[in-house]
């Protein structure tokens, strides 16, 4: 089952450089970058932040983000 994920990066990231996250909604909030992005599992999850850690972005929040349930 895949979650939702919601990723804070300290500063702007061109455009290029975020689609390469694959992300399902980007914006930017207070000179951070948000990304959210559908994770299926702790592997893929792991792998993004340790593709931060490796391009040199601070990511200084990340949090699952939950669902209304549908009526």
């Known amino acids: 089952?895949?979650?939702a994920y919601e990723?804070?990066?300290?500063?702007?990231?061109?455009?290029?450089?975020?689609?390469?996250f694959r992300p399902?909604?980007?914006y930017?909030?207070?000179d951070r970058t948000?990304?959210?992005?559908?994770i299926e599992d702790d592997?893929?999850?792991f792998g993004v932040i340790g593709r931060c850690?490796?391009?040199g972005l601070r990511l200084v929040a990340l949090r699952q983000l939950t669902t209304e349930p549908r009526s």
Do not use: C, H, N, Y
């Not at 990723?7 to 390469?20: A, D, H, K, V, Y």
């Not at 948000?34 to 559908?38: E, K, N, P, S, W």
């Open 53 to 55: 850690e490796t391009l």
């Open 7 to 20: 990723f804070r990066i300290e500063g702007q990231i061109s455009p290029e450089l975020l689609r390469t």
């Open 28 to 30: 930017e909030e207070d």
């Open 1 to 3: 089952m895949s979650t």
């Open 43 to 45: 592997g893929e999850l």
């Open 34 to 38: 948000v990304i959210v992005r559908t």
């Open 24 to 26: 399902t909604r980007t």
